[in-house]
């Protein structure tokens, strides 16, 4: 099992930036690829960003590519999330999420932590 906790989120303005932390405990070194995803009030769940184990590959959805940047720190069990130029379009729970096969199943999740970003 992995439990996954994240941290960060907060309100803040248009064009702020903001870090997201996700801390990972557990069989921490069966988690093949982690990412971050995030669900607006009344919307699904969608795709932000994923990173591979060694953080040497990365994927991000067009909508924040260049914008946010995804990273891990394994000695440290811990994956973030940079945001900058954030817009009202980004308020939503933000999720990480974690998977230990190299199909695109995310079988770990966090609590998700609430990001409001004001006009």
């Known amino acids: 099992q992995v439990q996954l906790v994240e941290s960060g989120g907060g309100m803040v303005q248009a064009g702020d930036s903001l870090r997201l932390s996700c801390a990972a405990s557990?069989?921490?070194?069966?988690?093949?690829?982690q990412g971050w995803f995030r669900q607006a009030q009344g919307k699904e769940r969608e795709f932000v960003a994923a990173?591979?184990?060694?953080?040497?590959?990365?994927d991000y959805d067009y909508s924040v590519k260049g914008r946010f940047t995804i990273s891990r720190d394994n000695a440290e069990n811990t994956m973030y999330l940079q945001m900058s130029s954030l817009k009202p379009e980004d308020t939503a729970v933000y999720y990480c999420?974690?998977?230990?096969?190299?199909?695109?199943?995310?079988?770990?999740w966090g609590q998700g932590t609430q990001v409001t970003v004001s006009s």
């Open positions: 990173i591979s184990r060694s953080g040497g590959t990365t």
């Open positions: 999420a974690a998977r230990t096969t190299a199909t695109l199943k995310y079988e770990y």
């Open positions: 557990g069989r921490t070194s069966s988690i093949y690829g």
